[in-house]
């Protein structure tokens, strides 16, 4: 299988931002509207989002991966691609909000008193509290999967199964034993069960990487509809660890209906939806502050609508220009940094303890 083959998991991604999107939209829109309304309970789906971002980035890494299991020199490039990936863009919108926190601090994490750790926001570092740039806390979660599949890439791929379940295992213990507490930034990230969603994404690649079974379609379906359930039923600050059933499950059920469905009878999600895939990192990283700056001018604007239209108006507006705004960002300024660093190849190394066969080019 290869990555661009799958379209259907582009398109997922495309959902997943539109999910979280959609949560703090209505979030942001309670507060900036003035319909004086509560919001439905139904914006709680939108935190499924993310889950369901950790499914898919485990099954990418099995995915990108055959063949470079057992070689130590692979562990370097493996590293720049994933890393160059993630921080160059992360960092141009964490200094647009550094900015505005030297302007005005009150602004950017209010609800922890405007406390900010600018260097561990920036390496993203495990931390107790927000980063810099809100959502980098499940970038905290991504960096800490890669530097462990790297560090997979040394054993052979036959017994990468038995890893991720040892992973697994441990991360079990750690919650059982009540070492995830925020307490220990650390511990809190080894021990999340959130690492169990990246560890069951990466076993459903391997999977179906040569099986592709019947029930796509109702997987999908029925991965949504408890994903739907599992949001109006949980409230996940008060049973984190539920998020793992309630989310977690659901996510790998709409990856497996999504990918086998193509595979199966090649059908597709709307290109639509995979345009809004392509371009998911830049309006995940960007979207609250589009959303906050639409939602302070809509306070200021003589608009004439009342109650749930109010809402409604500041919540798609809000929606329509994070989505446009994230699609300028991913055609002109995502995409050249990505040229920019793929064009530059990092020079192999390998251990001098630790012997390998010679590695394939990125």
Not at 120 to 142: N, V, Y
Not at 285 to 298: A, D, F, K, M, Q
């Amino acid at each position: 299988m290869k990555p661009g083959t799958l379209y259907n998991l582009q398109a997922l991604r495309g959902i997943a931002v539109l999910l979280v999107l959609w949560r703090h939209s209505f979030v942001i829109g309670e507060r900036n509207n003035r319909s004086g309304i509560e919001i439905p309970e139904i914006w709680k789906i939108g935190e499924g989002g993310v889950d369901l971002f950790f499914v898919i980035s485990g099954f990418v890494m099995v995915l990108i991966t055959p063949g470079r299991f057992g070689c130590p020199r692979e562990i370097g490039p493996f590293l720049y691609q994933r890393f160059t990936r993630i921080y160059p863009l992360y960092w141009i919108y964490s200094l647009m909000i550094l900015a505005i926190y030297f302007i005005n601090p009150r602004m950017v994490n209010s609800s922890q008193g405007g406390q900010v750790d600018i260097f561990a926001s920036f390496l993203l570092l495990p931390q107790d509290i927000m980063p810099l740039l809100g959502q980098g806390w499940t970038l905290e979660f991504e960096v800490y999967f890669y530097l462990v599949f790297a560090l997979l890439l040394l054993a052979p791929e036959r017994l990468l199964p038995a890893l991720l379940l040892l992973w697994g295992a441990i991360v079990a213990a750690g919650w059982n034993l009540g070492l995830a507490d925020d307490s220990t930034p650390l511990l809190h990230l080894v021990c999340n069960p959130l690492t169990v969603e990246f560890i069951l994404g990466a076993f459903l690649a391997l999977a179906l990487r040569r099986h592709w079974r019947r029930g796509a379609l109702l997987s999908l379906c029925g991965g949504f509809a408890l994903l739907l359930a599992g949001s109006l039923w949980v409230d996940l600050h008060q049973f984190a660890g539920l998020r793992l059933f309630y989310y977690g499950l659901p996510a790998v059920m709409i990856v497996y209906g999504a990918v086998a469905l193509e595979k199966e009878s090649g059908r597709r999600f709307p290109r639509w939806i995979e345009a809004v895939g392509d371009a998911s990192y830049s309006i995940y990283l960007s979207h609250i502050l589009v959303v906050s700056t639409v939602g302070r001018v809509w306070k200021t604007l003589p608009i004439p609508l009342n109650g749930v239209w109010n809402l409604a108006g500041v919540i798609i507006c809000m929606a329509v220009a994070a989505v446009a705004f994230g699609l300028a960002s991913h055609r002109y300024l995502e995409k050249p940094l990505l040229r920019a660093f793929r064009e530059r190849r990092l020079p192999r190394f390998s251990l001098p303890f630790i012997g390998g066969q010679k590695s394939q080019e990125l």
